[in-house]
Nanobody, 123 residues
Framework: QVQLVESGGGLVQAGGSLRLSCAAS????????MAWFRQAPGKEREFVAA????????YYADSVKGRFTISRDNAKNTVYLQMNSLKPEDTAVYYC????????????????WGQGTQVTVSS
């Protein structure tokens, strides 16, 4: 229902930082739980982080906890992913997606994805 465009990816050295943005169209953005997922070459798409409609609740995959921060600005219809202390294993295409409900963090529940944004972390 909501159209999403990811941006902000790039090439960064291990230990560096990037901020990803996910811009949404429509007037109902603030009603959605939002999440970031990623897919590395040859691997399944995996959950990264989620945020509730007004930012009161967040949830992170263990692999990124303490390094990544998800946030949102509903006035701008945008969700962000601040990525710090990046590691080569963070290399992936990053996607944002609205969640069907809080707790629906499995990427297998969703079958429609945008283009994503490429994050490459060099070692």
């Amino acid at each position: 229902q909501v159209q999403l465009v990811e941006s902000g990816g790039g090439l960064v050295q291990a230990g560096g930082s990037l901020r990803l943005s996910c811009a949404a169209s429509g007037r109902t953005f603030s009603t959605y739980n939002m999440a970031w997922f990623r897919q590395a070459p040859g691997k399944e798409r995996e959950f990264v982080a989620a945020i509730s409609p007004f930012g009161g609740r967040t949830y992170y995959a263990d692999s990124v906890k303490g390094r990544f921060t998800i946030s949102r600005d509903n006035a701008k219809n945008t969700v962000y992913l601040q990525m710090n202390s990046l590691k080569p294993e963070d290399t992936a295409v990053y996607y944002c997606h609205a969640l069907a409900r809080w707790g629906s963090f499995s990427s297998s529940e969703y079958d429609a994805w945008g283009q994503g944004t490429q994050v490459t972390v060099s070692s």
